[in-house]
């Protein structure tokens, strides 16, 4: 029996890549509005590291209404505008970066005619209903990956989801990760989808998307600090897989009415 500790070391390309790495996040709302803010701060120091940084692009087909001010992060001058052109043109005047919007959602019927040039290494859903994530698993699951050059391959799955006062982020890897031998380290390769792992729970769960009327009715469903203390926490979580080069962990539960987080082990 292997007593030692487990780790999943970073897959290579991540940490010594020749172009920015690619990055889809499916979902501008909530949790996703905040994930962009926390991706621009990791490419700000990735590129003052030396490291080429990241190019990511947002899907989400939505618009802009009164009741997302507040809780998301959008102005009364973007109401109308669409979710994922509103945060990308901020973040690119406040960072300098040259992100892309999408204004489309991210679908399997999608992915079967995404251009390589529109691939990622690292996808990220903040997406509201448990079919969006069943479809997004299946499309990632029929990723070729053989003939795909490493700007383009497929490495990591970062699903982001919660209710009104908890939520979890479960990092999966999308085919095993070459891992280096160790004698310190029972290295793991393979990290199962949240759809593979925690299947009967999301099948049990009822999709609720309906849009609400105003952010008082927003805030009965989801509190005002989950996506954003959700989306800090992830992004602390991918920043170890840059800085460390490695994670004993795979994600975590967190609960802002306990105000406790249970961090989920890789092995």
Request: proline share 5%.
């Amino acid at each position: 029996m292997n007593t030692l500790p487990p780790i999943h070391y970073t897959d290579n390309y991540l940490l010594n890549p020749t172009n920015p790495i690619l990055v889809n996040l499916i979902g501008a709302g909530g949790t996703g509005s905040h994930m962009l803010t926390a991706l621009a701060k990791i490419n700000c120091s990735l590129i003052e590291l030396g490291h080429p940084g990241l190019q990511v692009y947002l899907y989400d087909d939505d618009v802009v209404t009164e009741a997302n001010m507040g809780r998301q992060l959008f102005a009364a001058t973007e109401v109308g505008l669409h979710k994922s052109v509103a945060l990308i043109n901020r973040v690119n005047r406040f960072f300098g970066t040259n992100w892309k919007a999408v204004t489309k959602p991210f679908q399997r019927k999608i992915m079967r005619n995404l251009p390589m040039r529109g691939r990622a290494n690292i996808y990220i859903s903040c997406v509201d209903t448990v079919s969006a994530r069943f479809d997004i698993a299946e499309a990632l699951s029929n990723l070729d990956t053989n003939n795909s050059f490493d700007n383009i391959k497929p490495l990591y799955w970062m699903d982001m989801g919660n209710a009104r006062k908890s939520g979890q982020v479960i990092l999966s890897t999308i085919y095993r990760v070459k891992q280096p031998d160790s004698q310190k380290y029972r290295v793991v390769s393979y990290l199962p989808f949240i759809t593979e792992e925690f299947a009967e729970q999301l099948l049990a769960e009822a999709d609720n998307n309906e849009p609400s009327c105003s952010l008082a009715e927003a805030l009965l469903k989801q509190d005002l600090f989950i996506n954003p203390a959700l989306a800090d926490l992830g992004g602390s979580l991918l920043w170890s897989l840059f800085r460390e080069g490695m994670t004993a962990y795979r994600g975590f539960f967190l609960n802002l009415a306990s105000f406790k987080s249970e961090p989920i082990a890789v092995g």
